[in-house]
């Protein structure tokens, strides 16, 4: 397997998880007491336990797409903040299974397509030791080192379906100019179509006021699947819920994406692109990621575009802490 490139990789700093400490025992434990620091510099991945649901914390720190694509700069320091908003979340796994973190990608200079690239390397190199990545960016140019990475590891007759929690599709066409955050599921389809391949793609949450024509024409030409923003509430529950059940089943795995520009500024401030009219992580959109959860078929998931500079209040680390909860515990 791939080793990473210490160009562009660290581990996790010693004292960046915390939390409070209730006692040793499994049913008071915390994550900052559960969680592995693994230093892939120094040591071998453990391998993850058969039948258990295991779990690799990956960081993307890069600003370079949202550079790029003219949006708010700072997403690259989302990893650490968001490991530090999840120190002190209590333990609902199994005993036997490990949860690690592998330290971050990291994109210092220009050279983003070259991090995607040790992106993919890391997050194929988690699934071979039979663990769930779980990825923190970074822009949402972590879609495309992702996704690549998942294509390393599943066979060619998988059947690989994206669900793209988004106030944008993020089809822009890279043609004449620079990939970026906006380009990823283009790339992705491009892709697709050049190697035969079917692009399996359900955004959620798109808005209307944040995508263009072209953009629309792209997903149409595409055979994208969406679903707006203002359809997405428990008014139109039968629909949504269908819609994402039906995609679920046509697929064999499930990359899962959560962009948390997808929410309501009010309730995410802290993203690199603010939708005003976004969506709210209400008891309907938790019932909307418990079915997707549910399925069983989620291979690798990320969570995007967690900005700390506009986030004072920690408001949107929480958001992504009780998000990235839901994804990694046993619901009892």
């Not at 994109?107 to 991090?115: D, F, L, N, Q, S």
């Not at 692009?199 to 209307?208: E, H, K, R, V």
Request: hydrophobic share 40%; aromatic share 10%; charged share 20%.
């Amino acid at each position: 397997m791939t080793e990473v490139n210490p160009d562009f990789y660290s581990s996790t700093l010693s004292g960046t998880w915390k939390g409070r400490t209730d006692g040793a025992d499994f049913d008071v434990q915390r994550w900052h007491q559960r969680l592995i620091t693994v230093n892939l510099l120094e040591e071998r991945m453990p391998v993850a336990p058969l039948g258990r649901k295991s779990i690799a914390l990956i960081g993307f720190a890069c600003d370079e797409g949202v550079l790029r694509n003219g949006g708010r700069v700072g997403a690259k320091d989302g990893p650490l903040c968001f490991r530090q908003a999840c120190g002190n979340l209590p333990v609902h796994m199994d005993e036997s299974s490990l949860f690690v973190d592998l330290g971050d990608i990291c994109c210092e200079t220009e050279a983003m397509e070259e991090a995607q690239s040790e992106l993919a390397n890391l997050v194929e190199l988690a699934l071979y030791y039979g663990y769930h990545p779980l990825v923190i960016g970074g822009g949402h140019e972590v879609s495309y080192g992702h996704y690549a990475g998942i294509c390393k590891h599943i066979s060619e007759k998988a059947r690989l379906g994206i669900i793209n929690f988004d106030a944008h599709f993020d089809l822009r066409d890279p043609s004449g100019s620079l990939s970026n955050s906006g380009t990823g599921f283009f790339q992705i389809a491009d892709e697709c179509g050049n190697d035969s391949k079917p692009f399996s793609y359900l955004a959620l949450g798109i808005q209307q006021n944040s995508n263009t024509r072209r953009l629309y024409k792209a997903a149409e030409e595409f055979g994208a699947e969406y679903i707006s923003a203002n359809r997405f509430s428990v008014i139109y529950a039968q629909e949504v819920l269908s819609k994402i059940e039906r995609f679920i089943r046509d697929n064999t795995h499930i990359y899962l994406t959560i962009d948390l520009d997808v929410f309501a500024a009010s309730v995410a401030p802290g993203v690199s692109a603010p939708a005003y009219s976004g969506i709210f992580p209400d008891p309907f959109f938790f019932k909307c990621l418990q079915l997707i959860i549910d399925s069983n078929k989620i291979i690798s998931m990320d969570i995007a575009e967690y900005n700390p500079i506009y986030d004072p209040e920690h408001i949107t680390a929480k958001l992504a802490a009780a998000l990235a909860f839901n994804l990694l515990s046993k619901q009892i």
